[in-house]
């Protein structure tokens, strides 16, 4: 159980344009989940916390305008890289908090690897 | 504010070694810690999650241990094979239930055969 799930998996886009990613758990509702980014050779940075039905909570630095969260159900969050340029290439991975467990453990999603052209 | 550092950065053994990672976190009051994997190019994989209230978590040839006092965990790994080669990921869970994550910069582990 405890399935989290992304998509796309790859995406390579032209500098200018938007790109979507989503967040799916799969076998569980999650009112919280989690965005970060990792540049390559380093570590996992957290870029926003999203709760369902309300606005994504962004860590310093993260432009909100640039990085546009929706969490729209308890299953599914999703970010939109806006405007997407080169330095905006990354792995972006989700991850999924199960509503009613107390642990607050999070599941992790596979990632999907960025690359604007 | 919360950090978490790992080391070493990298580390070489042959198989068949025992070998020790570590993980320093700077503020005690820490919720969770939990141990990943990650692979080249790929997502984390969660070996082992320790609860506040425990000390250590084994799995298979993993053990993982806790020392809230002195800000520690370690990450043990028993008769390494080529197969445990990956870079390896601790993280702490800020206190007061925020959910919020964060990682150390990873220990790439190379076994060879």
């Known amino acids: 159980g405890a399935v989290v799930s992304q998509h796309p998996s790859r995406v390579i886009c032209k500098s200018g344009t938007s790109v979507k990613i989503e967040c799916r758990s799969l076998?569980?509702?999650?009112?919280?989940m989690f965005w970060y980014r990792q540049f390559p050779k380093q570590s996992l940075m957290l870029m926003a916390t999203?709760?369902?039905?309300?606005?994504?909570?962004?860590e310093q630095g993260v432009e909100k305008d640039k990085f546009l969260i929706n969490h729209a159900s308890l299953t599914l969050s999703t970010l939109t890289v806006t405007s997407a340029h080169p330095e905006d290439s990354s792995f972006y991975i989700c991850?999924?908090?199960?509503?009613?467990?107390?642990?607050?453990?999070?599941?992790f999603g596979p990632g999907t690897r960025l690359t604007v052209l | 504010k919360q950090e978490v550092t790992q080391i070493p950065a990298a580390l070489s053994v042959p198989e068949g070694e025992n070998l020790v990672l570590n993980c320093s976190f700077t503020?005690?009051?820490?919720?969770?810690l939990q141990w990943f994997r990650q692979d080249p190019g790929k997502g984390l994989t969660s070996l082992l999650l320790i609860q506040s209230s425990q000390r250590e978590q084994t799995s298979g040839r993993l053990n993982a241990s806790l020392d809230k006092s002195s800000g520690r965990s370690t990450l043990y790994i028993a008769a390494s094979q080529p197969g445990d080669s990956a870079t390896y990921l601790c993280a702490a869970y800020l206190s007061g239930n925020t959910g919020k994550l964060i990682f150390g910069q990873g220990t790439t582990l190379q076994v060879k055969p």
């Open positions: 503020d005690s009051a820490i919720y969770n």
């Open positions: 991850s999924a908090s199960i509503w009613d467990d107390p642990t607050d453990t999070q599941y």
């Open positions: 999203s709760n369902e039905g309300s606005k994504a909570t962004y």
């Open positions: 076998d569980f509702q999650a009112t919280t």
